[in-house]
């Protein structure tokens, strides 16, 4: 087994992003950039973190990290690899300059697109969860808020370039948590041949946990509005969503479950009491800047990941009937979309994001994904278009600027 090892810093995340290759893993945030190459060993998942780092973990050699992603259910396996190399990159001067135009490098060709559900149907799906939100059902937990999501299935003859549609993801959102990890190569539908790689790529803007110098933060989002190309209605729209009483309801019941689950490993822990605005290119979202002091300053990244996953902001409240609703109501299996990505080292400091705005790639084959939180004051036909200006995230990475 060979050592991993930590080659000098990279000048600039623009370097490991030229730098990635499929098979390889990036991740990067706010903080800088991590590319991971080869494959040591791989955890399959958050539990199995700890043991597998200490297993490569020996005085000669520098921090290991376990880099990769954990499925939407996470009682499916991770995968969660200790690359044989790694390399870090500081943030760059030039990381803040967004492209907010369309992707500079289109990838050309003809796509087949088709929707699951259809767009009609997912309206129905939402009035369906609208249902569920207003029946009590005696014996059973109410369920308060539950999100559902739709699958855009893009498929063409020629395989995705996977570091082309990165390099898009990062230009567009230079702020937000830009990824690319490889997968387990079987689906449980067995949809793809096993021999086509997969990987995870995308651009979230929300930090599940992110654990360092004995804290631990959070940014759980919840409510969103789509932002507009004409300054005025942008900014109006920023400030509907901020007085919103329905999205402010659907955002406080995430905060408060990512609070509960932090509660217990922090002795401190800071909750704002109001929600401020935060921006990527295509969306504006509700957000709480959750911090706390941990009581061992070991407690690891992976470890508050798992406590957290998945939060009320990709499955609902409680989270056992909201999980159980969307394997019943949603027509596709959700594989690694709403799950967690990020990487952890040796010393528990690491980052983990909420796999959204985010698609599996296989080949020439690419799903892309969006929900939104659903709670009783929800209205349908506004929960669609959500949904559509989520997936323009991943369409405008891919240069496609339609409304799917
Ligand atoms: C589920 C998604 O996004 C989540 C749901 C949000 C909402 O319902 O307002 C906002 C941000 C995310 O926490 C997605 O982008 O697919």
Same mark, same amino acid.
């Given at each position: 087994?060979? #050592? ?30 991590? $590319? ?12 199995? =973190? ?53 992707? !500079? ?17 997912? =309206? ?12 009590? @059902? ?10 559902? %999501? ?6 063409? +003859? ?23 990890? +490889?997968?387990? !190569?079987? @689906?449980?539908?067995?949809?793809? &041949?096993?021999? $086509?790689?997969?990987? $995870? ?6 930090? #599940? ?19 507009? %190309?004409?300054?005025?209605? &942008? ?5 509907? $969503? ?15 479950? =990512? ?29 709480? !800047? ?47 979309? %709403? /799950?967690?990505? /990020? ?5 528990? &400091? ?10 599996? =790639? ?43």
């Amino acid at each position: 087994m060979s #050592l991993q090892r930590v080659a000098a810093p990279a000048a600039a995340v623009g370097e490991l992003l030229a730098a990635y290759r499929p098979g390889s893993a990036f991740f990067s945030s706010a903080d800088g950039a991590v $590319l991971g190459e080869g494959e040591l060993t791989v955890a399959h998942s958050l539990d199995g =973190v700890a043991d597998t780092l200490a297993a490569v973990t020996t005085p000669d050699r520098v921090r290991p990290i376990a880099i990769g992603a954990v499925p939407f259910d996470a009682r499916s396996p991770a995968r969660l690899v200790v690359p044989e190399t790694v390399r870090y990159a500081v943030p760059s001067e030039g990381r803040g300059a967004a492209d907010n135009g369309q992707a !500079r490098h289109p990838l050309q060709g003809q796509w087949r697109i088709r929707a699951v559900p259809e767009p009609t149907a997912h =309206v129905r799906a939402v009035e369906r969860g609208l249902k569920l939100l207003a029946d009590a @059902t005696p014996g059973t937990a109410q369920l308060r808020k539950l999100v559902l %999501a739709r699958c855009l299935r893009l498929s063409r +003859d020629e395989p995705v370039d996977v570091a082309q549609l990165l390099g898009n993801l990062a230009r567009r959102d230079p702020h937000g948590f830009t990824f690319a990890v +490889d997968l387990p !190569r079987h @689906t449980p539908d067995h949809r793809y &041949d096993a021999d $086509l790689p997969r990987t $995870l790529v995308g651009a979230s803007p929300e930090l #599940l946990v992110a654990k360092r110098a004995g804290q631990a933060v959070a940014q759980p989002l919840a409510g969103s509005a789509p932002r507009s %190309a004409d300054s005025a209605t &942008d900014q109006r729209r920023a400030a509907d $969503l901020l007085a919103s009483a329905k999205d402010r309801h659907e955002h406080a019941l995430t905060v408060e479950a =990512v609070a509960t689950g932090l509660r217990p490993f922090c002795r401190q822990l800071r909750v704002p009491p109001e929600p401020e605005l935060v921006k990527t290119a295509t969306m504006w979202h509700l957000a709480t !800047r959750v911090t706390g002091e941990l009581h061992d300053p070991a407690t690891s990244s992976a470890e508050l990941a798992r406590a957290l996953h998945p939060t009320p902001a990709i499955c609902g409240t409680p989270t056992e009937a909201a999980r159980d609703t969307i394997t019943d109501i949603e027509p596709f299996d959700r594989g690694f979309y %709403a /799950g967690a990505v /990020g990487y952890c080292d040796a010393a528990g &400091d690491g980052e983990w994001v909420v796999a959204i705005r985010c698609a599996e =790639v296989a080949g020439g084959n690419i799903d892309l994904f969006a929900g939104g939180g659903i709670v009783p004051e929800s209205d349908p036909e506004s929960e669609l278009a959500e949904t559509s200006a989520k997936l323009r995230t991943l369409l405008l990475a891919l240069g496609l600027d339609q409304s799917l």
